[in-house]
Every structure is written in structure tokens, then in C-alpha cells.
């Protein structure tokens, strides 16, 4: 197996835009995780600190819209224009409408400023420049604003439980229609770089396990110790507030978690 070069002409965007099954598929496979274990420490921040936010990577609504229905008040950006289209056609059935924009979250100029911005699903590892992204942050924040964030540290990977190079099953999930999808994944690792490339192979059946579609799409995330994140948020301007492993309030962070979510202040 062969990788594509980086340069090549399958070079991943600037931030990963779900398009084709990716996008159609991205929803039933997170359902089979049950509720998301990310949305009641989202709504914690948004009670925390009231006004106008932010979900960046707001995605086809699975966290904006529960979080509109429990009457925060929040915004979506996203990059994919199919993944919108979900939200708002999820939105409508649900009797919301919500206030989404199309933009890279890198460029993205809203005109105004936030008290809260929301970054969950490693949406900043998707950043080419994480330091870059998180001064961009800043700026769209109030005095005394802050970020929420979560980010994975890639540990199968990393140990070797994961093959590296080569397809394996990632998820399967039943649909509510008889047909199945599948997603494979493959990935290569720059340890020096820390920066994890995956390529995904999705891949949708009929009743009869019989092949219908299949997409392929490639994303390129960085990860970062605890100790780096930390010093990416000084050198942006934020003061960590508080952080845990897990998604679990109860789980502090050290060099053995998985899973990091931080909430910061913008100083």
C-alpha cells in the first residue's frame, strides 16, 4: 500500500468538509454512541456563561439543536454545505431555526463578538495551524468570553492496537430501512510532527448486503500533549478554567488520559 503524497492530488482540505455518504452516514453511526456525552458539559459552559455562542464544526445539528431545544442560545458554523442542508431540515422538523453559516472556521468573520465558543469532536485538530486557529478564536471572543474545547490523543494508534497502513472495520450500524453501512479506516502516523492522517471507506448496502455506494475521504488531525495544549491557549491569549478526561467531571487530566476538554477564558 502506498499513501498519497501530501502534495499529491489527494491532498486533504484546509478543514475537513463532509461531503457524499460521509455526510449522510456521519449521523446513524454517533446514534449507536447513544446520547453524546459531550452535550451536557456543552450546556454546563452555556449556563456558566450566558449570551450570545458559537458551535464551530456545528455539523448537521446532533449537538446544536439539542442544545437550541434546552434554550441556549447558540449559532453553527460548518463547512459543508451538505451537512447544513441536514441541520435545517432536522431544525424544521423539530420547529427550529436555527442560525448557521457556511464558512471555513480559519477565515470565518461574523461581525460581532461571542461570549462562548464551542469546539467539540477535536473540530481544532481538523486545523492545520491549531496556534493560528486559537488566536482567530480569541478575536471573535468578548472580554472574559470563553472556549470549550476537546481533543484525543490517538493512544491505539500510537501503541500499535491499530494496524497502521492497512483497512480495518471501524463501524457498522444497521439502519432504520434494512440497509447497512460500514465505515473501514486506515491511517499513518508522523510521531515526530504529531499528526495523525486517516483515510475512510464508507460503504452502504441493501438488505441484502449487497453493495449500493461507497466514498472515500481522507483527514489529516494534529493531537497534543497536555502540557502542549496548555501552552497553545497562553500563547493565544486564554486561561484554562478548568479541564477533565473522558468526558467525566470526575476524571482529572494527566499524561494517561485519552480524552481532553477544556474550558478556557479569554483574558
Same mark, same amino acid.
Given at each position: 500500500?502506498?499513501?498519497?503524497?501530501?502534495?499529491?492530488?489527494?491532498? !486533504?482540505?484546509?478543514?475537513?468538509?463532509?461531503?457524499?455518504?460521509?455526510?449522510?452516514? &456521519?449521523?446513524?453511526?454517533?446514534?449507536?454512541?447513544?446520547?453524546?456525552?459531550? =452535550?451536557?458539559?456543552?450546556?454546563?459552559?452555556?449556563?456558566?456563561? +450566558? *449570551?450570545?455562542?458559537?458551535?464551530?464544526?456545528?455539523?448537521?445539528?446532533?449537538?446544536?439543536?439539542?442544545?437550541?431545544?434546552? *434554550?441556549?442560545?447558540?449559532?453553527?458554523?460548518? =463547512?459543508?454545505?451538505?451537512?447544513?442542508?441536514? #441541520? /435545517?431540515?432536522?431544525?424544521?422538523?423539530?420547529?427550529?431555526?436555527?442560525?448557521?453559516?457556511?464558512?471555513?472556521?480559519? @477565515?470565518?468573520?461574523?461581525?460581532?463578538?461571542?461570549?462562548?465558543?464551542?469546539?467539540?469532536?477535536?473540530?481544532?485538530?481538523?486545523?492545520?495551524?491549531?496556534?493560528? !486557529?486559537?488566536? &482567530?478564536?480569541?478575536?471573535?471572543?468578548?472580554?472574559?468570553?470563553?472556549?470549550?474545547?476537546?481533543?484525543?490523543?490517538?493512544? !491505539?494508534?500510537? &501503541?500499535?492496537?491499530? +494496524?497502521?497502513?492497512?483497512?480495518?472495520?471501524?463501524?457498522?450500524?444497521?439502519?432504520?430501512?434494512?440497509?447497512?453501512?460500514?465505515?473501514?479506516? /486506515?491511517?499513518?502516523?508522523? /510521531?515526530?510532527?504529531?499528526?495523525?492522517?486517516?483515510?475512510?471507506?464508507?460503504?452502504?448496502?441493501?438488505?441484502?448486503?449487497? =453493495?449500493?455506494?461507497? &466514498?472515500?475521504?481522507?483527514? @489529516?488531525?494534529?493531537?497534543?500533549?497536555?502540557?502542549?495544549?496548555? *501552552?497553545?491557549?497562553?500563547?493565544?491569549?486564554?486561561? +484554562?478554567?478548568?479541564?477533565?478526561?473522558?468526558?467525566? !467531571?470526575?476524571?482529572?487530566?494527566?499524561?494517561?488520559?485519552?480524552?481532553?476538554?477544556?474550558?478556557? #477564558?479569554?483574558?
Amino acid at each position: 500500500m502506498k499513501w498519497p503524497s501530501p502534495a499529491g492530488p489527494f491532498q !486533504a482540505p484546509p478543514v475537513s468538509a463532509y461531503t457524499s455518504l460521509e455526510a449522510r452516514l &456521519h449521523d446513524a453511526f454517533w446514534a449507536d454512541e447513544g446520547e453524546p456525552a459531550e =452535550l451536557a458539559l456543552m450546556a454546563e459552559v452555556l449556563r456558566d456563561h +450566558p *449570551g450570545p455562542a458559537l458551535e464551530v464544526g456545528s455539523g448537521s445539528g446532533r449537538l446544536l439543536l439539542p442544545l437550541l431545544q434546552k *434554550g441556549h442560545e447558540v449559532e453553527g458554523l460548518e =463547512l459543508s454545505a451538505e451537512m447544513l442542508a441536514m #441541520c /435545517r431540515e432536522s431544525a424544521s422538523a423539530l420547529g427550529l431555526d436555527p442560525v448557521l453559516y457556511e464558512a471555513d472556521m480559519l @477565515t470565518f468573520e461574523p461581525g460581532k463578538t461571542y461570549a462562548a465558543l464551542l469546539l467539540p469532536a477535536f473540530t481544532l485538530q481538523l486545523a492545520p495551524d491549531p496556534a493560528a !486557529a486559537l488566536e &482567530h478564536f480569541h478575536r471573535l471572543l468578548r472580554p472574559g468570553g470563553v472556549i470549550y474545547l476537546s481533543v484525543f490523543i490517538p493512544l !491505539a494508534e500510537l &501503541h500499535g492496537e491499530l +494496524p497502521e497502513g492497512e483497512w480495518y472495520d471501524d463501524h457498522r450500524t444497521r439502519l432504520p430501512d434494512g440497509r447497512s453501512a460500514a465505515v473501514e479506516t /486506515r491511517h499513518r502516523l508522523d /510521531r515526530k510532527s504529531r499528526i495523525l492522517d486517516r483515510e475512510h471507506r464508507y460503504s452502504l448496502f441493501d438488505a441484502g448486503g449487497g =453493495l449500493l455506494d461507497e &466514498h472515500t475521504s481522507r483527514q @489529516t488531525l494534529r493531537w497534543f500533549t497536555p502540557r502542549q495544549l496548555r *501552552g497553545l491557549l497562553a500563547k493565544a491569549g486564554f486561561k +484554562p478554567l478548568h479541564a477533565v478526561a473522558d468526558f467525566d !467531571a470526575e476524571i482529572p487530566v494527566d499524561d494517561e488520559a485519552q480524552i481532553i476538554t477544556v474550558v478556557a #477564558c479569554r483574558d
